[in-house]
């Protein structure tokens, strides 16, 4: 039997991973990749609390999520797009320009 | 009579002319002109004035003219503790004793004027022109003196003499000897001034009023100070402090001989006709305050008679011409004072009158005797002169005459009225007198022998051309030149010779007032008048006294004028201070006698044989000594008072370097010092403090700086970490 334990356990590696993807990887577009992964961590927690309240409104959370989530993407990815125009990389050791 | 105050107006209006316009643009001719002009416009005046003045009656001769107020109403305190009025006016009095002051002043004045056009000629313009508006200044100031109704206006007299005579005994100011003289006169007259200021102070404090009459009114009836020293006898003692300083009294004499540096004409003038005698007048004038104070009286008559001695004796032995004659001035001021302090004030204004006219005279002849020997005035370099200068010899010789007291000559009268008024005195005085006499004759006929007998012993000249050597023919002829050429520049002296008529005119005048102005002073005994004496006596007495009635006057003013002696009615009255007629005549032939003695002995010492008065001089040499060095009296004050101020002085300059100055620089250096602490503080502290708050960021920002990496992922990792704690904070402590 899958119990609530379960999902959040699940949730938690899931999250995890996706910030010591963000972290560690120097690749822009893997980092963006690891933030879905986290994204959907925390959809898989909305959805078991509402499964375990009985409670609709984590699920129509989840589902705007899910929107935001495709909607950083695009811009996410359009901002990756213009930065490689300018840099010819998408190393992200090379987007220091926000310093002292 | 309502216009006196011209009088001295018009020499001053003169003074003005040449000192602000004729130094600059006044020809000589002009320059003298207009001060002969003005002396002889207030001359004219004062004559009209004197004989109106003659022509009241006796008791009416006193004319007070008020210009206008000077000093407006102040209260003052007195010193019985009410307040009075203290005020001023301009106003000027004519009565019997200012009268005949004011004849001399203007009528030798005058006289003297007209012999400084010849005597100055060789000054150069703007000089010339300077010389005569001192001159003219001097008599504007001595004009006031003698007229001014109280005690103010005649100080301004006073000390406006002091500084003409200053002014023109340094009239030569190249010469260092000319202007210390001057100084010296100044600061001798300083002192007899600082007298006279506080006699003046204490008689306000007293009587609540400075005018003259005014004054002599309130102290007529005042008791006589007989028994003690008071309030009376301070005041006249401060007076007199005053008329030691102008009239060269002991102690205050030192002054008159060094004035002699100045040109002859103002010694004449100043030092022995007027100015000097501006402090008999002032006795004379405070005259019922003297008698009031028989203390001060005394010592009016002692310092009178030592002065006389003490200078006829130096007066002995001085080989420059001027200096004798200045010490015989002091000596005859001497013999002034003697008749103030015995009592006899008309005696006194008298024998100022007749001293006036001889000793002005002498005066010009010894200045016509320089000018002769082109500037020479050492009698040892003279002698013969007679031939050279007749008129100049003839006059000298009536001078000299008259101060001898040879009759008729005027001094006769006025010297005799003075000892035989001292014989009544005191007998000690009168002894003391009759020497001076003596003297007198002999040094002045001593003067006359060195000068114009024996032989020519001076410097010898070029044999010229014409009649230079053989005068008087120039001045004869070309009035113009006014003894121009031939002794004008002085290239060549051509020898001694006799003075432009400018020169001698004078002379002449001068010569027949020393003979004749005793004559209106002739003592009863020798059935005279004694005109004069009845005269001032008015001047002399408080006026409530003369109303009262003429006794009443005698015994107010205990001795002043002896009715008893005038009009030979009521004897026995006063101090029973008469002779008989034989006792007054055997006086006067007594001091003729000493007169005539004296020349006779000067005669045989310098003319016949003149080797005795140089043995005289080898035997007796210590006195000699110390006469010729005027008795040590100026080394004296210079060894005491002088050096003694000087040091006064010193101490207080190095005082004032040291504690003054010391004082200042310590408080600058405090300034600098705590400025320069504050400056520490200022840098190293506040800055300081500034610097580290920004240093301080600065060093840590260095540090801080390094987390802004730009990174997003140490940022990220940064928020997990920060998270994290929080989350276990919250989990550890919930």
Known sequence: MITQTHYLALSAALFFLGVIGVLTRRNIIIILMSMELMLNAVNINLIAFSHQWQNIVGQVFAVFVICVAAAEAAVGLGIILAFYRNKETVNIDEMSLMRW | ?734
């Open chain 2, 1 to 734: 009579m309502d216009v006196i105050w011209l009088i001295p107006l018009l020499p001053g209006l003169g003074a003005a002319a040449n000192g602000l316009f004729g130094v600059r643009f006044f020809s000589k001719r002009t320059a003298g002109l207009v001060a002969c002009a003005s002396m002889a416009a207030a001359l004219l005046l004062s004559l009209v004035a004197f004989f109106e003045l003659l022509g009241l009656p006796a008791d009416a001769r006193e004319k007070t003219v008020t210009v206008t107020s000077w000093i407006p109403a102040i209260p003052l305190q007195l010193a019985n503790g009410t307040v009075g009025t203290f005020s001023i006016p301009w106003a000027f009095r004519l009565d019997p004793l200012s009268g005949v002051m004011i004849l001399v002043v203007t009528g030798i004045g005058f006289l003297i004027h007209v012999y400084s056009t010849g005597y100055m000629h060789e000054e150069p313009r703007g000089a010339y022109a300077r010389y005569f508006a001192y001159l003219n200044l001097f008599v504007f100031f001595m004009l006031m003196l003698v007229l001014g109704s109280n005690f103010v206006v005649m100080f301004v007299g006073w000390e406006g003499v002091g500084l003409c005579s200053y002014l023109l005994i340094g009239y030569y100011y190249e010469k260092k000897s000319a202007s210390d003289a001057g100084k010296k006169a100044f600061i001798v007259n300083r002192i007899g001034d600082w007298g006279f200021i506080l006699g003046i102070f204490l008689i306000y404090s007293v009587f609540g009023t400075l005018d003259f009459r005014a004054v002599a009114n309130a102290a007529g009836p005042m008791t006589t100070e007989a028994a003690g020293f008071g309030t009376l006898s301070l005041i006249t003692l401060l007076l007199f402090v005053g008329a030691t300083g102008k009239s060269a009294q002991i102690p205050l004499f030192v002054w008159l001989p060094d004035a002699m540096e100045g040109p002859t004409p103002v010694s004449a003038l100043i030092h022995a006709a007027t100015m000097v005698t501006a402090g008999v007048y002032m006795v004379g004038r405070n005259a019922v305050l003297f008698s009031h104070a028989p203390m001060t009286m005394e010592i009016v008559a002692i310092v009178g008679v030592a002065t006389a001695l003490m200078a006829a004796t130096i007066g002995l032995v001085q080989n420059d011409i001027k200096r004798a004659l200045a010490y015989s001035t002091v000596s005859q001021l001497g013999y002034m004072f003697l008749a103030m302090g015995v009592g006899a004030y008309a005696a006194g204004v008298f024998h100022l009158m007749t001293h006036a006219f001889f000793k002005a005279l002498l005066f010009l002849c010894s200045g016509s005797v320089i000018h002769a020997m082109a500037g020479q005035q050492d009698m040892r370099h003279m002698g013969g002169l007679k031939k050279y200068m007749p008129v100049t010899f003839l006059t000298m010789m009536v001078g000299t005459l008259a101060i001898a007291g040879i009759p008729p000559l005027s001094g006769f009268f006025s010297k005799d009225e003075i000892l035989y008024r001292t014989f009544l005195h005191s007998r000690i005085l009168w002894g003391l007198a009759v020497l001076t006499a003596l003297m007198t004759a002999f040094y002045m006929y001593r003067l006359m022998s060195m000068t114009f007998f024996g032989p020519y012993r001076g410097a010898p000249w070029e044999p010229a051309h014409a009649n230079a050597t053989n005068q008087p023919g120039h001045g004869g002829g070309n009035d113009a030149a006014r003894g121009g050429q031939d002794h004008g520049g002085h290239g060549t002296w051509h020898g001694p010779h006799e003075a432009p008529r400018s020169m001698t005119v004078p002379l002449m005048a001068l010569a027949v007032g020393a003979i004749i102005a005793g004559f209106v002073g002739v003592p009863q005994v020798l059935y005279g008048g004694n005109a004069i004496e009845h005269f001032l006596e008015p001047s002399f007495v408080a006026q409530t006294a003369v109303a009262a009635g003429h006794e009443r006057a005698a015994e107010a003013v205990a001795g002043a004028v002896d009715p008893a002696r005038e009009s030979g009615d009521t004897p026995g009255h006063g101090e029973g201070a008469h002779l008989p007629w034989y006792g007054e005549l055997g006086l006067m032939a007594f001091s003729v006698l000493l007169g005539v003695a004296g020349i006779a002995a000067a005669y045989r010492f310098y003319v016949r044989a003149p080797e005795i008065a140089d043995k005289l001089a080898e035997q007796w040499s210590g006195a000699h000594r110390v006469l010729s060095n005027k008795y040590y009296v100026d080394e004296i004050y210079g060894a005491t008072v002088v050096s003694g101020t000087l040091a006064a002085a010193r101490g207080l300059w190095v005082v004032d370097a040291r504690v003054v100055d010391g004082a200042v620089n310590g408080t600058g250096w405090v300034t600098i010092f705590s400025s320069w602490f504050s400056h520490l503080i200022d840098k190293y502290l506040v800055d300081g403090l500034v610097n580290f708050v920004g240093a301080a960021l600065e060093q840590s920002s260095f540090v801080l700086r390094r987390v802004q990496t730009g990174l997003i992922q140490n940022y990220a990792l940064a928020m997990l970490f920060g998270v994290f704690a929080f989350v276990s904070i919250y989990l550890l402590y919930r």
